[in-house]
T-cell receptor, first 112, second 114 residues
Framework: QKEVEQDPGPLSVPEGAIVSLNCTYS??????FMWYRQYSRKGPELLMY????GNKEDGRFTAQVDKSSKYISLFIRDSQPSDSATYLCAMSFSGNTGKLIFGQGTTLQVKP | DSGVTQTPKHLITATGQRVTLRCSPRSGDLSVYWYQQSLDQGLQFLIH???????AKGNILERFSAQQFPDLHSELNLSSLELGDSALYFCASSSQGASGNTIYFGEGSWLTVV
């Protein structure tokens, strides 16, 4: 079993829909939770960053962390075709090693 | 543009060969990280260097090695290449050791081993 599980999709939604992306994890020692967006053949780009449990909102994006359930989510409101990409969740332990544990990524397509 | 520069962008090489991937971190960043992304394993942490010193090691094969030079650029050396080493190799950087919120990824180097 992988430390971080993420449904690879693909997920196809119409423009304007609310998108929900999720990851589960097994190691309760994770403290930092991130969502990255990766366009085809490009480097991952940090979208959202959360420390410990709670919600964080940034524009159309909302990240939620539920440590009791070992479950994190990313919501995208009013999805746009430009949101079509692969979304990767990532987690890390406390400490400054830069070692991120990534999910497999969910491929999202937003159709006009 | 993240400010992290990787070269080459693409390379094709034969099994058994050795290649070197190069990374220039963002200006002022002291930490360099290497990650490997493959279809079956996803994105995996390989190694972290801070100001020339190795700080953390992940799932890096013994055939692979890395170093960070005094000018802070880094190289990832891959030797005795196998077909399974074909992957996208990312370099990332941050100003100091970070837990994720300030790590910036380059565009990657596509390695194809034939």
């Amino acid at each position: 079993q992988k430390e971080v599980e993420q449904d690879p999709g693909p997920l196809s939604v119409p423009e304007g829909a609310i998108v929900s992306l999720n990851c589960t994890y097994s190691n309760s020692a994770f403290q930092y939770f991130m969502w990255y967006r990766q366009y085809s053949r490009k480097g991952p780009e940090l979208l959202m960053y959360t420390y410990s449990s709670g919600n964080k909102e940034d524009g159309r994006f909302t990240a939620q962390v539920d440590k009791s359930s070992k479950y994190i989510s990313l919501f995208i409101r009013d999805s746009q075709p430009s949101d079509s990409a692969t979304y990767l969740c990532a987690m890390s332990f406390s400490g400054n090693t830069g070692k991120l544990i990534f999910g497999q990524g969910t491929t999202l397509q937003v159709k006009p | 543009d993240s400010g992290v520069t990787q070269t080459p962008k693409h390379l094709i090489t034969a099994t058994g060969q050795r290649v070197t991937l190069r990374c220039s971190p963002r200006s002022g960043d002291l930490s360099v990280y290497w990650y490997q992304q493959s279809l079956d394993q996803g994105l995996q942490f390989l190694i972290h260097y801070y100001n020339g010193e190795e700080r953390a090691k992940g799932n890096i094969l013994e055939r692979f090695s890395a170093q960070q030079f005094p000018d802070l650029h880094s190289e990832l050396n891959l030797s005795s290449l196998e077909l399974g080493d074909s992957a996208l190799y990312f370099c990332a950087s941050s100003s100091q050791g970070a837990s994720g919120n300030t790590i910036y990824f380059g565009e990657g180097s596509w390695l194809t081993v034939v």
